[in-house]
C-alpha cells in the first residue's frame, strides 16, 4: 500500500513569508505526527493529531501549526518565516495515538532565504 | 525527562565488517519503546525494528540484529557483513505510552555510517 507522502518536497521562501506543507498518511492511518530535522537540533516533535485533533504540542512557537481532517490528512502551516526555519519537515503517520509504529513520509525541505 | 544518546556521531568500515551502533536512553516511565530509524540521503526515515519495555529477547533479521538490556539502559544495534548501501544515518528513538509529550518519539542524534568498498 501507499506510503506516506508530503507535498511539496522542496521549497524556497524569504522571510516574513509563510508555508503550508501537506501530509496524506497512510491508509487506514488516524495519527499523523510532524517532526522538525534541522543539523544543529536534530529531531524535534512539532505537534500530532488525531481524529481531527491537536493531542500533544512540542515546544515551538505560536507561528507553527497544524490542522488535520477528517480524511486524516494533515496540513502544518508556518507563518512569519525566519531563516532558522530552513529545515526538513517529516510526517509520520500510525494507527492510532502510541499505537505502533510511525512511518515517515520523505520529507518537505523547506529553505528560507 | 526522556533522553536518548547516541555518543556515536561518525562510524567509518570496510565493507564486509560487522558494525555495532550504541544507543542509550533514559527514561522514568515502565512502559515504553524503543525503536531504531535508517535515514538514507533521501531523507525518509526507515523503519527498522520496534521493541517494548517488557520484551528483552534479542532480535535477528538478516544481517540485523539488536541488543536490549534494561540493566544498562542500551538498545544497541549490530550489522553483520556491513555492505555499502548501509550507508545512512541510523537513528535510535523511545517513546513512552504515557499521555502528552511522553508520547512523541524521543530521537538520538543519530550515527552516519559510512561503508567503504
Known amino acids: 500500500k501507499a506510503g506516506v507522502t508530503q507535498t511539496p518536497r522542496y521549497l524556497i521562501k524569504t522571510r516574513g513569508q509563510q508555508v503550508t506543507l501537506s501530509c496524506s498518511p497512510i491508509s487506514g492511518h488516524r495519527s499523523v505526527s510532524w517532526y522538525q530535522q534541522t543539523p544543529g537540533q536534530g529531531l524535534q516533535f512539532l505537534f500530532e493529531y488525531f481524529s481531527e485533533t491537536q493531542r500533544n504540542k512540542g515546544n515551538f512557537p505560536g507561528r507553527f501549526s497544524g490542522r488535520q481532517f477528517s480524511n486524516s490528512r494533515s496540513e502544518m502551516n508556518v507563518s512569519t518565516l525566519e531563516l532558522g526555519d530552513s529545515a526538513l519537515y517529516l510526517c509520520a503517520s500510525s494507527l492510532g495515538l502510541a499505537v505502533g509504529e510511525l512511518f515517515f513520509g520523505e520529507g518537505s525541505r523547506l529553505t528560507v532565504l | 525527562a526522556q533522553k536518548v544518546t547516541q555518543a556515536q556521531t561518525e562510524i567509518s568500515v570496510v565493507e564486509k565488517e560487522d558494525v555495532t551502533l550504541d544507543c542509550v536512553y533514559e527514561t522514568r516511565d515502565t512502559t515504553y519503546y524503543l525503536f531504531w530509524y535508517k535515514q538514507p540521503p533521501s531523507g525518509e526515515l526507515v523503519f527498522l525494528i520496534r521493541?517494548?519495555?517488557?520484551?528483552?529477547q534479542n532480535e535477528i533479521s538478516g544481517r540485523y540484529s539488536w541488543n536490549f538490556q534494561k540493566s544498562t539502559s542500551s538498545f544497541n544495534f549490530t550489522i553483520t557483513a556491513s555492505q555499502v548501501v548501509d550507508s545512512a544515518v541510523y537513528f535510535c528513538?523511545?517513546?513512552?505510552?504515557?499521555?502528552?509529550?511522553?508520547?512523541?518519539?524521543?530521537f538520538g542524534s543519530g550515527t552516519q555510517l559510512t561503508v567503504l568498498p
Open positions: 528513538a523511545l517513546r513512552t505510552i504515557s499521555s502528552g509529550s511522553a508520547r512523541q518519539l524521543t
Open positions: 521493541r517494548n519495555s517488557f520484551d528483552e
